[in-house]
T-cell receptor, first 115, second 112 residues
Framework: QKEVEQDPGPLSVPEGAIVSLNCTYS??????FMWYRQYSRKGPELLMYTYSSGNKEDGRFTAQVDKSSKYISLFIRDSQPSDSATYLC???????????????FGQGTILTVHP | ETGVTQSPTHLIKTRGQQVTLRCSSQSGHNTVSWYQQALGQGPQFIFQYYREEENGRGNFPPRFSGLQFPNYSSELNVNALELDDSALYLCASSTPGTGELFFGEGSRLTVL
C-alpha cells in the first residue's frame, strides 16, 4: 500500500464547476500538507500549504485536512480553463530544519476544465 | 529574484552511460532536494542537500549521487543508466523553516 493515495482521474468538468480533489494517507506522522499544480512539461507549483487539521482558503481555492480520517481535500470554486493541469497532494512529517525537503507525493489528478 | 533553474532540459542517453544534471537554487535558498517523476506518477524523493552535505535520502540505489556547492547550486549524477531511469528529474530549493519548496522546470531524461 502506498503512503499517499490519490485518484488519478482524469477529471473533466465544465467551466464554473466546483472541483473536489482528494488524497488519503496512512502515515500518522504527516503533519504538513500541500497541494501543487503542475502544468504540462513544467515543474510543480505550490498552491496551498496547511499545518495539521483544519481549513485554509486562498481565493478560489480551499484546502481541508482531517487528520483523524487521514484525508485531505482541495476545492476549486468557479473553475476556469486555465485551471486545467495535474494536481498533486504532498505531505511531510516535519517542516523547517534540514529534513523538510522530503515530501511524499500522491500520484496526481489530471483535471480538464472545458469552456 | 531568479527561480530554480535546471539544465539540460532534455537529454537522451543509452543504457550503461552516466549523466549529470545541474540545478541552481533560488536566491537565498540553502537547501536543495532532488525528485524523480516517472510518467503519470507523482515525484519521488531522491535526496536532499544542506550545507554541502547529503541530509536525507529516499529509496534510490547508490548509483544516484549528488553534490552541493558553496553557492548552493547542486548536481545529480546517475551512473550505469537503466531504462527505468527515464523520467523527469526535478530540483527544488527551500530555506529551513519556511515550509515551501520551489521547483524548477525539470530535466527530462530518456534512456534507450
Amino acid at each position: 500500500q502506498k503512503e499517499v493515495e490519490q485518484d488519478p482521474g482524469p477529471l473533466s468538468v465544465p467551466e464554473g464547476a466546483i472541483v473536489s480533489l482528494n488524497c488519503t494517507y496512512s502515515n500518522s506522522a504527516f503533519q504538513y500538507f500541500m497541494w501543487y499544480r503542475q502544468y504540462s512539461r513544467k515543474g510543480p507549483e505550490l498552491l496551498m500549504y496547511t499545518y495539521s487539521s483544519g481549513n485554509k482558503e486562498d481565493g478560489r481555492f480551499t484546502a481541508q485536512v482531517d487528520k483523524s480520517s487521514k484525508y485531505i481535500s482541495l476545492f476549486i470554486r468557479d473553475s476556469q480553463p486555465s485551471d486545467s493541469a495535474t494536481y498533486l497532494c504532498a505531505m511531510s512529517a516535519r517542516a523547517g530544519g534540514t529534513s523538510y525537503g522530503k515530501l511524499t507525493f500522491g500520484q496526481g489528478t489530471i483535471l480538464t476544465v472545458h469552456p | 529574484e531568479t527561480g530554480v533553474t535546471q539544465s539540460p532540459t532534455h537529454l537522451i542517453k543509452t543504457r550503461g552511460q552516466q549523466v549529470t544534471l545541474r540545478c541552481s537554487s533560488q536566491s537565498g535558498h540553502n537547501t536543495v532536494s532532488w525528485y524523480q517523476q516517472a510518467l503519470g506518477q507523482g515525484p519521488q524523493f531522491i535526496f536532499q542537500y544542506y550545507r554541502e552535505e547529503e541530509n536525507g535520502r529516499g529509496n534510490f540505489p547508490p548509483r544516484f549521487s549528488g553534490l552541493q556547492f558553496p553557492n548552493y547550486s547542486s548536481e545529480l549524477n546517475v551512473n550505469a543508466l537503466e531504462l527505468d531511469d527515464s523520467a523527469l528529474y526535478l530540483c527544488a530549493s527551500s530555506t529551513p523553516g519556511t515550509g515551501e519548496l520551489f521547483f524548477g522546470e525539470g530535466s527530462r531524461l530518456t534512456v534507450l
